[in-house]
């Protein structure tokens, strides 16, 4: 016994257990994992998600939202229309969702017994399993699939797994203080945890046959209890194999870069193979992300679970079984292993294909916008003219600074209506006169301003910079549209500024009173495509800066410009996929980037 247990906890300590592990798994299962995924992928981008959306844009239609955005989405999420859709689409997603997580659970389950897995009853035993969960439980497990897991955002979801996180726009502001940090720590860790005490639940529910999955998560959470430093150490070997792997490409381009000939036609053709290799290689990362994690989480249960509470036939699943009842047949099956292997390469090098045409990549704009976000915040307090002027200093094109109304009708320029996080008084914008107001200092860090107005803006930036001036209200205006129109008017700045609002209603106004000004929508939610709206330029929150969003502005021949974009890879992004600018906190870094993306398409020109 005393040998059993030396041995059990020299096992636990081998270097690198898990990565041996998985390597013995995927010797048998790479095959159905890789075959199965692309498939799957492939049938979430070409059927079910054109099927979904055709669905949900049906009901917006019947219930008049098919040009709802902003607040007018959030009331139809609360209309009985919202519910409708969830009530239709969200048991449709989950059962999608569970049905290849469930093959992904059989497939590394049949690895693990050394089995080669079949693709079709591995599927018909995952499809045989939905029934069983319509039971009250399964509210818990629609919530964990298309809320709570989503949310982790560890680049292990599923193909049909929703994109779920909290805007930036919203995370941003809340990071701004102490308690809005504290806040999303704790939100942070509580969906951390969530998912940890669930990790299990999934390998439980299709390996012991069970249909409550609020049992499934009560075992699970004891399981991850008792696996807690398996999952550590999984976790540490992970960081290390694709740090390694991240230095040993890091060093490959560097080699290639310095062997490749300047300027000929053979350094072209090898720079065009080797961005081919790479996104292939990037593509085929997102085929076994899953079915990795996948793996790890059911090797680790059947480690701490044991065989025993398995309850699952393999008849007809294996498919080495399979081949060789059939081997002696024909020529082709004889060769069925390699034809197999060929076959699912010309099958990932399709899917890549079809993936990166279904992509909707837009077309870089030769001049793209940077809008420095309230100013630089880098150099004074957002809003104020010690913002502003660093805000010119960076070479922005724009300033995106905000105005509202004060209780004598004059426009201040500031976010926020209540004045406790920039000065820690408590008081409002709407009662306060200007003067009231610009007695009151604001700090950020270790910088001090006041709150200036439109006028003093207008007259200290002329000549030196552009603004967008974003409208905001807080319900106490008065003639606020006029007011604005006649200090534009008065400081004659109609080709100095553009404005915006997220306000619909006040765009139309202010287009109304002054046709020549250029008027924007800010958007941070909405599924309606762009040319439904009438603006001349639209701004949309990143998250829902997709594609699609921005191939619709282009389509109706108006700007779109994304916000609040602050880190340079999301710039690059938002770049190469055509959108006109951004509106961003690290205004200097952005501009850096997009003059590199410049001179780097102009050598390949």
Known sequence: MNAKRTNKRRSRFIPFRMTRDIIGVWKYAHRPFLLFELVYKLLTIGVFIPLLTILFNKILDVGGFNAAANHDLLRFVFSRYGLLSLLLMAPIAMMLIYTEFAALVYIAYYGIQKKRARIRPVLLKAISRLPGLW????????????????????????????????????????????????????VALVVLILNLICIYALPIMVLEGKNQFWNAVRESSRLFWRSKWSLVRAVIEWVLIFLLLFILLICLLILVGLLLPDGDSEGAAIAITLGITL??????ATLVMTPLFITVITLLYVRYQGQDQVNLDTDGVDATV???RNMRRSLVRRYRSALATFGLLILIAIGWGATTLLTDWGEANDKFIIMAHRGDVTAGVENTMGAFEGAI?????????????????????????????????????????????QQIPLRAGEFRDFVPSLDEVLERTRGKIKLNVELKTHGHEKNFVSTFVNTIRKHKAEQQIIVQSLDYELV?????????????????????????????????????????????????????YVWTVNDTESVERFYTLGADGIITDIATDAKETIQVLHQVESEEQ
Request: aromatic share 10%; no cysteine; hydrophobic share 50%.
């Open 135 to 186: 039971r009250i439980g399964i509210f818990g497990l629609a919530l964990y699939l298309l809320l709570l897991f989503p949310l982790l955002d560890a680049g292990i979801g599923g193909s049909l797994l929703p994109s779920v996180a909290i805007p930036n726009f919203i995370t941003g502001e809340l990071m701004k203080t102490s308690i809005g940090t504290i806040v999303l720590v704790i």
């Open 279 to 284: 996104s292939l290689g990037l593509y085929i």
């Open 322 to 324: 399979w081949e060789g």
């Open 393 to 437: 200093r960076t070479g922005a094109d724009y300033i995106e600074l905000d105005i509202l109304q004060t209780k004598d009708g004059k426009l201040a320029v500031i976010h926020d209506e209540n004045l406790k996080r920039l000065s820690g008084k408590n008081v409002n914008v709407f009662d306060l006169t200007l003067a009231q107001l």
């Open 508 to 560: 139309q106004k202010v287009k109304k009173a002054a046709p020549d000004l250029t008027v924007g929508y800010v958007i941070f939610a909405t599924f309606a495509p762009l040319n439904r709206f009438e603006a001349d330029f639209f701004v949309v929150e990143e998250s829902f800066a997709r594609p699609r969003l921005i191939r619709s502005a282009k389509m109706s021949g108006k700007p779109i």
